[in-house]
């Protein structure tokens, strides 16, 4: 088992910045990779990046490269997205997820979930 948190979420003006946080614990935190979602109101759950169990390799979605960045400390269990130049369709919440089966930019394919951070972006 592994229990997820996000933390970070607030309201930010258009171009600014946040970071996100989601910290892990139960199993072995450096052994398995780790995604964020978000999903805006009455849309689908879309992939934002993911990262793998050491960190070496990271993914990203279209929408967010450049801007977006996801990285990982070991000796904290947390997981980091660091949001920047950010805009109105970002607003949604955003959701940290753990240990992926097969595909990291599938939702149905990570195990373990938190519950969500809302990030709100205005104009």
């Known amino acids: 088992q592994v229990q997820v948190a996000e933390s970070g979420g607030g309201v930010v003006q258009a171009g600014g910045s946040l970071r996100l946080s989601c910290a892990a614990s139960g199993r072995t935190f450096s052994t398995i990779a780790m995604g964020w979602f978000r999903q805006a109101p009455g849309k689908e759950r879309e992939f934002i990046t993911a990262?793998?169990?050491?960190?070496?390799?990271?993914y990203y979605a279209d929408s967010v490269k450049g801007r977006f960045t996801i990285s990982r400390d070991s000796t904290k269990n947390t997981v980091y997205l660091q949001m920047n130049s950010l805009k109105p369709e970002d607003t949604a919440v955003y959701y940290c997820?753990?240990?992926?089966?097969?595909?990291?930019?599938?939702?149905?394919?990570?195990?373990?979930w938190g519950q969500g951070t809302q990030v709100t972006v205005s104009s």
């Open positions: 997820a753990a240990d992926p089966a097969s595909r990291h930019d599938y939702a149905g394919a990570y195990h373990y």
């Open positions: 990262i793998s169990w050491n960190g070496g390799t990271t």
